[in-house]
């Protein structure tokens, strides 16, 4: 089903035929509910919590109901502290802004034959860099007037000045203009087409790059060698900024450029020349992560080291005969946000549509006190 389809059914399944009983429910209420439910089936598919008490990957049904939102991701990781002098070292690994559940993970690792294995920290190379808020900036929302997309969007040396540099970052592909009547239906294809067509000296990033996360926006990567006068320090000159041309001038939108900040990602390199080898992590619960360092047959090993869970990121143990490199996850993601005005549809598998339009209906029924809620349910749960 696609996005129109899953609300005509909704309304199908809430309205008693030609009683007109539900009529009142909006768009949105229905995207709420959708996506309050697919929420729950996620939930139910990932855990135990169901009909036949069997969680993700423990039956092919669930593989299947999962499979589209199952995702990888690697990355390496910055050191954090020394846990304990020439036994325990620590170092950080970013989870991905859209992570939900964690399936499995392990880390490629640097070791030279059992021996002590000297480092060195290093900072990553500096990263020049403009962020581009989807909402505020892309889309227009920012001039108060209607919201609109924009025509183009520049890399300029000096606002006040435009005879100064100025590069293209986006300009629309050739047979694409987005006026304002195409906002807000034409988001994705927008924001795709931003991504795919970037101006000479420009990478251009959804959300993440390197250690950077910004939920909601672009990150454009900037040649510095292309673009030399790119000027991230306001106290040095003017600051370069990126310029967003809306369809009228009022709608211009302004973003300044940055810089990466290096102070927290310095990462470990070893000293002499050593085998990279792959091994998978051993998950730990917080209060028995130090009972375990300290227990010699328990403690961290390159076949598989020690790793828990905080905040937004993966901390790793390590010896003094092992480096981690990069580390590597399947999780499952956080799936875009159903929307019938933005066109946004399920991304689960099609077969499991239904089952979600079901628990939507039985929300909404039990939510206006109907009837006829318990013979919904009662239906529902036959479904596996």
């Known amino acids: 089903m696609n996005v129109i389809e899953m609300h005509i059914a909704v309304q199908q399944g809430v309205d008693k035929i030609n009683s007109l009983q539900a009529d009142s429910l909006l768009s949105e209420e229905i995207d709420l509910e959708l996506n309050k439910n697919l929420a729950r089936f996620i939930n139910l598919k990932y855990g135990k919590n169901n009909l036949y008490g069997k969680g993700f990957e423990e039956s092919q049904k669930r593989i299947d109901d999962l499979r589209t939102i199952v995702t990888e991701y690697e990355a390496p990781v910055t050191f954090k502290e020394v846990l ?145 006068w790119f000027n991230s320090d306001p106290s040095l000159s003017a600051l370069t900024q990126a310029w967003g041309r809306g369809y009228d001038t009022a709608s211009d939108v302004y973003a300044p450029a940055l810089l990466m900040d290096t102070a927290y990602s310095e990462k470990r390199v070893p000293n002499s020349t050593s085998d990279r080898l792959m091994a998978v992590n051993k998950f730990s619960q917080q209060d028995d992560i130090f009972t375990l360092l300290t227990d010699p047959f328990n403690t961290t090993k390159h ?65 206006i006190s109907d009837p006829r809620y318990k013979t919904a349910i009662r239906e529902a749960s036959r479904n596996e």
């Open 84 to 228: 304990s002098p020439d036994k325990v070292w620590v170092d950080t690994f970013q989870l991905p802004s859209d992570y939900m559940y964690l399936v499995n993970q392990f880390s490629y690792l640097w070791i030279d034959k059992c021996k002590h294995i000297g480092y060195t920290l290093e900072n990553p190379a500096e990263v020049s860099f403009i962020v581009l808020n989807l909402n505020s900036f892309v889309c227009n929302n920012a001039s108060g007037t209607s919201a609109a997309f924009l025509e183009d969007i520049t890399m300029v040396q000096d606002v006040s000045d435009l005879t100064l540099g100025q590069a293209s970052i986006w300009s629309p592909s050739i047979g694409e203009d987005w006026s304002p009547s195409a906002f807000p239906s034409d988001i994705e294809a927008v924001k795709n087409n931003i991504i795919e067509n970037p101006g000479d000296g420009f990478t251009i990033y959804w959300e993440e790059y390197s250690t950077l996360s910004y939920p909601g926006s672009f990150i454009v990567v900037v040649d510095t060698e292309l673009h030399p």
């Open 303 to 367: 076949t598989s080291p020690l790793t828990t869970i905080r905040g937004q990121a993966i901390d790793v143990y390590t010896s003094d005969i092992f480096i981690i490199d990069t580390v590597k996850i399947t999780y499952i993601r956080r799936p875009m946000e159903i929307s019938l005005s933005l066109g946004v549809d399920c991304e689960l598998p099609t077969h499991t549509h239904q089952e979600i339009v079901s628990m939507a209906v039985n929300s909404i029924l039990e939510e």
